[in-house]
């Protein structure tokens, strides 16, 4: 391990901290000794998780010496198998869940500069909001006083760049597990206040996987899942009706981004989807159109932004299409 002789580990690990003259060390270690190897990775991680105070710039080197290992070094190069992701979730979640801000930069650099990835380290990484939005306590709110049932703007743009990891290059729509996922964070919320970049975010994810169920060709979900343009908050004297302009504003773009998917395109696309889940080693799962009835008019479930994005989908009528208009229209009244 020539990696870890250019660190005082021992003394790290005995008072606890990181400081700045660590952090130099480690960054002339990486120069020198070049490529972690396995065991010097599980050390780099070992001093992260039993230093809690650490110097700032610590993460940084962190992030890129381990990214670059798992990614590149570990086999198969360039992918995330479930056993390396079993692996790096074990390490940086070693108290339940994530708790640093750089545990959690890890997380989406790796999710970020890998082609692919097993779909459940990618619901991993979105358990980490939900679960910062059920207790009030999570690694973007560190220092902050907030309580369970609010999503910060720092954490929807986390949901987002997972999202958008997913499918790297690709044109995958939202599948199940994600829609899920983004289902039970805006459950979490119980009503409470929730930035317009969230409802943005949850209404196009959610009508990229209706649209996709029906068959539709979806854009690429860099275009899909834009961010909203700044200050394009919906203006309206009702509260409720104001969220219903939000969402039918947020819908206009999915709607100009879709259109009829040819069979050669359709098959194209489930040879892609084939292909992740042949590298990853595990299945993904589509949204189906009776799951997502059912998901949209869950009795006694359906948040605000639930109910003005159904109420703003049975307004939209023939300019849906014949198909999506039907799967709507099967959404109970009660939604």
């Known amino acids: 391990m020539s990696f870890v002789r250019g660190l005082n580990v021992g003394e790290m690990l005995k008072r606890g901290s990181i400081r700045e003259a660590d952090v130099a060390r480690l960054r002339r270690a990486v120069v020198e000794y070049g490529p972690l190897d396995r065991d010097e990775a599980e050390m780099l991680l070992a001093i992260n998780d039993g230093c809690p105070v650490q110097d700032a710039a ?3 080197p962190l992030v890129a010496a381990i990214t670059d290992f798992i990614v590149n070094r570990e086999a198969p190069e360039g992918y995330i198998s479930v056993q390396n992701a079993e692996w790096l979730a074990g390490h940086i979640a070693t108290h339940g869940s994530i708790q640093s801000k750089a545990e959690l ?6 999710l970020e500069k890998a082609r692919w990835a097993p779909e459940s380290f990618f619901m991993f990484a979105l358990d980490q909001i939900k679960r910062a939005v059920v207790s009030g306590r ?3 709110r560190a220092g902050k006083s907030l309580p369970p049932g609010h999503i910060t703007a720092a954490e929807v743009q986390t949901v987002r760049r997972i999202l958008l990891a997913f499918a790297g290059d690709g ?11 983004l289902f039970a964070i805006e459950e979490a919320l119980k009503g409470g206040a929730a930035p317009p970049d969230w409802t943005d ?3 196009k994810a959610v009508a990229n996987a209706l649209l996709a169920a029906v068959g539709q060709k979806v854009p690429a ?7 909203r343009p700044d200050g394009d908050d ?3 004297d009702s509260p409720a009706a104001g969220l219903v302009d939000l969402v039918r504003a947020s819908l206009a773009g999915v709607w100009s981004g879709s259109r009829e998917q040819s069979r050669e395109e359709h098959a194209i696309g489930e040879l892609e989807r ?4 042949i590298i990853t080693n595990e299945p993904i799962a589509a949204a189906a159109p009776d799951w997502l009835v059912t998901r949209l008019g869950r009795a006694g479930q359906v948040s605000a932004n639930g109910l003005a994005l159904v109420q703003a989908l049975k307004s939209e009528g023939p300019r849906m299409g014949p198909a999506l208009q039907d799967l709507v229209g099967r959404i109970p009244a009660a939604a």
């Open 58 to 60: 610590w993460a940084e």
């Open 105 to 110: 930069e890890l997380l989406l650099a790796v």
């Open 138 to 140: 999570g690694p973007l």
């Open 171 to 181: 044109s995958i729509a939202i599948t199940a597990a994600e829609a899920e996922a």
């Open 201 to 203: 975010l949850f209404v």
């Open 221 to 227: 979900r860099q275009d899909a899942l834009g961010r």
């Open 234 to 236: 919906a203006v309206n």
């Open 274 to 277: 084939r292909w992740i889940e």
